[in-house]
Each structure stands twice: as structure tokens, then as C-alpha cells.
């Protein structure tokens, strides 16, 4: 495994993370915890040490399985959360940004989670009206201050909000979290460059485009399971992203190179990503996943990131 710094905070973080949404039960299976904790483990085998979750994957569910699986072993891991929303049933969400409600799910999260502190508590996709309140940040500064949280983060829902981004700094927020993959480049366009002026660490999620650009799918694939979140796509949509998909396995992954693994490693080599997220539904995902780190390839357009171990 290889770390990188995750902006000013200064903590080395694997390359390659877990995602959890999936043990919510959004992604068409339930989870217990020997299957986190197994997961869990191979991952830390492997020098994984970065955790993402939410406060809506589930009603506290993914957090709740991640508290149990890491019991014992909590400062071995840097686990980042989210708050603003509450999970209301499956695919559904009402938001909660006053600072009283975050503050309440902030109990709520650390008890889930079976620890009296977050690593990283990043605002979840809220608008620039919840964004902009300075009540807020003034309560998470305080929480801040006495350790309950040791840095604050923004996860971006739209790849080109610039807006939140070149403010993180006047929140006291250190990292950004955004959608970026080998399908979706939009914060390249000003984000990343953002993020690097400002030495904020970035978390991309989505590595995996949904897991279109797994190579597991070809451009007549559906999903019409209820339970998958895919099957709320466009479906026309998705026929582009499969075809496209198709042609990068094609035209630009290496013979031999497992999809998935060089779609990470792709994420990676640009300058400003710290760590991809990608979820992963079992053992062998994590597995796959780790290989991005060691997956030596220089895109055309930026050159090799600098990585230490």
C-alpha cells in the first residue's frame, strides 16, 4: 500500500479506501458483521486505513456495523463521516442542517460508531444555503476544539462547485470529497486546481463510475433490481456510460490489467487526488481494489504522481 497526505492535516492516508454506502443495504444485499468485519480485516491486511461512511446508509447502519467491526482496534483506522441528511427508507433522505440537528447527529454517529471521535466529518451535499450559515461551522469548530472531531470536510454533490471548494478554508475544512472517474472528469476543470492551490486533501469517490467501468458489464446490461441504486438511473444514460466503458476497456486498459483495479490506479495518478473510495461488496473486491496502488501507469494528460509507502 502507498499513503499520501491528506491536505493540511498532515495524516498519511492509504491511497485506496473503502466506501461503505453498500452496507446500508442500498446496493441489493443486507450486511451482518462478521461480513464487515471480514472485509475490514483483509483491508487492513492489505495496509488499507481510510473509512468512509455516512450518517444515511441506512439510519446509522453502515456506521453502526463499522463500530462493531473495528471494536478494539479503533486507532488503527481513519474513519470519515457525513452529516445533513436522515435516511428515511430506502433512496429516501430529508435534510437537517441547523446546528442543533447536526450536532444531535453527531451524538448519534459516534455512538453508531462506538468511538468518542471522527477523523473526518464532512458536510454531505448540502446546498450553498446550508453551506453559507455561520452557525454552523461555528458549533462544528467548537467540537473541533474539544476533540470530538478532529478535522471538518465537504462533500460535494455537484463535480464543479467551486463555490464550497475555494471556501473550505473560511469553514476550517480540510479535505473535499467528489465524484471523479475515468467517465466523469468534471472537476478538472477548476476543482482540482482549487484543491491543490489550497492544500485540501480529495477523496474521490465513485472511482468506479457505479461500477460501470468495473468490466463487469456490457453496453446491453440493465439493472432493474429495485434494490440497486443503478436501476434509478436514465437508461439511456447508462447505455452511453456502458458503451463508453466498453471502449475504454478496448482502447485504453492494458491487456491482462484488470478493469476495475486500472480505473483506480487511473483516478490516482492525478496530482490532486489523495485516495479513491470505491466500495467494495466482499473480499475479494478489496482485494482487487488494493492492486490500484501498485498498478504502475502514467496518464497522457498529467504526470505520475509522487506516492510514498
Given amino acids: 500500500m502507498k499513503y499520501r497526505r491528506l491536505g493540511s492535516t498532515a495524516l498519511p492516508v492509504s491511497v485506496v479506501g473503502i466506501g461503505t454506502w453498500q452496507f446500508g443495504g442500498e446496493w441489493g444485499r443486507d450486511y451482518d458483521v462478521p461480513e464487515v468485519r471480514a472485509i475490514l480485516e483483509r483491508a487492513q491486511e492489505l495496509g488499507i486505513n481510510l473509512l468512509d461512511t455516512a450518517e444515511c446508509y441506512g439510519d446509522h447502519v453502515s456506521e453502526r456495523l463499522i463500530g462493531e467491526a473495528i471494536e ?14 436522515r435516511y428515511l427508507g430506502e433512496f429516501q433522505r430529508d435534510q437537517l442542517w441547523s446546528a442543533d440537528d447536526v450536532l444531535r447527529q453527531l451524538d448519534a454517529s459516534l455512538e453508531a460508531l462506538g468511538t ?42 455537484k463535480n464543479d462547485d467551486d463555490y464550497q471548494t475555494s471556501r473550505a478554508r473560511e469553514v476550517g ?13 468534471t472537476p478538472e476543470q477548476q476543482v482540482f486546481a ?3 492551490s489550497h492544500d485540501l486533501g ?5 472511482p ?5 467501468l468495473s468490466g463487469k458489464y456490457r453496453p446491453d446490461a440493465t439493472f432493474d433490481n429495485a434494490s440497486d441504486v443503478r436501476s434509478r438511473h436514465d437508461r439511456e444514460g447508462v447505455r452511453r456510460k456502458l458503451e463508453e ?65
Fill in 194 to 196: 482549487t484543491c491543490q
Fill in 72 to 85: 478494539g482496534r479503533r486507532e488503527q483506522w481513519f474513519v470519515a463521516t457525513k452529516f445533513g441528511h
Fill in 116 to 157: 468518542d471521535y471522527v477523523d473526518l466529518y464532512q458536510f454531505h451535499s448540502g446546498k450553498q444555503e446550508a453551506f453559507d450559515d455561520p452557525e454552523l461551522w461555528q458549533a462544528l469548530a467548537e467540537q473541533v476544539k474539544v476533540g470530538r472531531i478532529r478535522h471538518l470536510g465537504i462533500s460535494i454533490s
Fill in 208 to 212: 468506479l463510475a457505479s461500477g460501470y
Fill in 245 to 309: 466503458a466498453e471502449r475504454i476497456r478496448n482502447e485504453e486498459v492494458p491487456e491482462g490489467v484488470d478493469m476495475a483495479t486500472w480505473a483506480l490506479a487511473w483516478c490516482l495518478q492525478h496530482p490532486a487526488v489523495t485516495c479513491v473510495i470505491p466500495g467494495c461488496k466482499d473480499v475479494e473486491q478489496v482485494e482487487a481494489n488494493a492492486k490500484a496502488a501498485d498498478l504502475d501507469m502514467v496518464r497522457d494528460d498529467h504526470p505520475q504522481a509522487v506516492v510514498g509507502t
Fill in 202 to 206: 480529495v477523496l474521490a469517490r465513485v
Fill in 173 to 185: 475544512a480540510e479535505a473535499i470529497q467528489v465524484v471523479y472517474n475515468r467517465l466523469d472528469r
